[in-house]
């Protein structure tokens, strides 16, 4: 067998192993939107959920989504913009900046549950802020890091050297250099990083199930008293997200339409996740195709 021929069956080998893995993917998309999407409805997007009755919504699930992932965005993201800039900018080549990178390393490949059971004993027992909104961001803050601050460390260091060059010639210096140089030039891809960790945010369930609470107190939205259990802003209250939400649906069994709302539900989340991702794209592609045509 000569090497064009071998290379041709190695290459429609894998092309076979993408194109299967492909069409499970598909397949396992299309059976959950399928059967979720016609339980979708304005009612069901907006309405609270009921226990035991039937013709409940994610109302409050998926306002808790997106408020859980605003919160920890701002706190993880600040901290891991930081982190990146001084690996890539500012760290040199030693033994403390390898146990770093080491440390990040481990955390990004730490189960979500591990992470959740230390949210647990760490901020809902020890710091006291029991089945929170703080405490599953502050959870979630360490699921994020690592793979937001390896993001943004890549991002920076894929900006050209005669960037950097170019703004110390022109008698910046090196902070300024950083700031009003290579982190727009790096833009891009920090923002699409940023978006693409949301939706792994946005769907994660396990380490909330001991931080954020399994339960989602019903919210006045007139009322914006921080302090407040019901108001949504609240950042003390429990907060069952959607995620959340379906784990419990699949658990509990005490909702008589439970599967018909979980099906919603799940619908609802995959739609999520796949704009985050799509959105992330087109945002990248955008952002680029600004910067180069500039």
């Known amino acids: 067998m000569n090497a064009k021929r071998s290379d041709k069956i190695a290459t429609g080998v894998l092309y076979g192993i993408s194109a299967t ?22 009612e069901f997007l907006t309405q609270p959920s009921r226990a035991y009755q039937e013709g409940g919504g994610i109302g409050i699930q998926l306002f808790n989504s997106f408020y859980l992932l605003f919160i920890t965005m701002l706190i993880s993201f600040p901290i891991s913009l ?71 460390e890549e991002s920076l260091q894929a900006v050209h050297y005669t960037q950097r060059e170019a703004g110390l010639a022109l008698g910046l210096s090196r902070w300024e250099t950083v700031l009003r140089i290579v982190v727009p030039e790096a833009t891009p891809g920090i923002l699409t990083g940023v978006i693409l960790s949301s939706g792994r945010i946005f769907g994660e369930a396990a380490a909330l199930i001991y931080t954020a609470g399994q339960s989602a107190p019903a919210l006045d939205f007139t009322n914006w008293n921080p302090l407040s259990v019901s108001s949504p802003i609240s950042i003390f209250r429990q907060a069952e997200t959607l995620a959340v939400h379906i784990w419990k649906i699949n658990t509990e069994g005490t909702m008589p339409d439970g599967a018909a709302v979980s099906a919603g539900a799940s619908a609802v989340l995959i739609i999520a996740v796949l704009l985050f991702n799509f959105g992330a794209r087109a945002v990248g592609k955008r952002l680029y195709k600004k910067m180069t045509s500039a």
């Open 21 to 42: 893995i492909v069409l499970i993917l598909a397949a396992l998309l299309l059976y959950i939107l399928a059967r979720g999407l016609p339980h979708i409805s304005w």
């Open 82 to 152: 930081g982190a990146g800039i001084y690996l890539s900018e500012y760290a040199k080549k030693n033994w403390v900046t390898d146990i770093i990178r080491t440390s990040i390393e481990i955390l990004s490949s730490l189960p979500s549950v591990v992470v959740g059971l230390f949210g647990f004993l760490v901020f809902v027992i020890q710091f006291g802020y029991g089945f929170s909104i703080i405490s599953g961001a502050l959870a979630l803050t360490f699921f994020n890091l690592p793979l937001l601050t390896r993001n943004v």
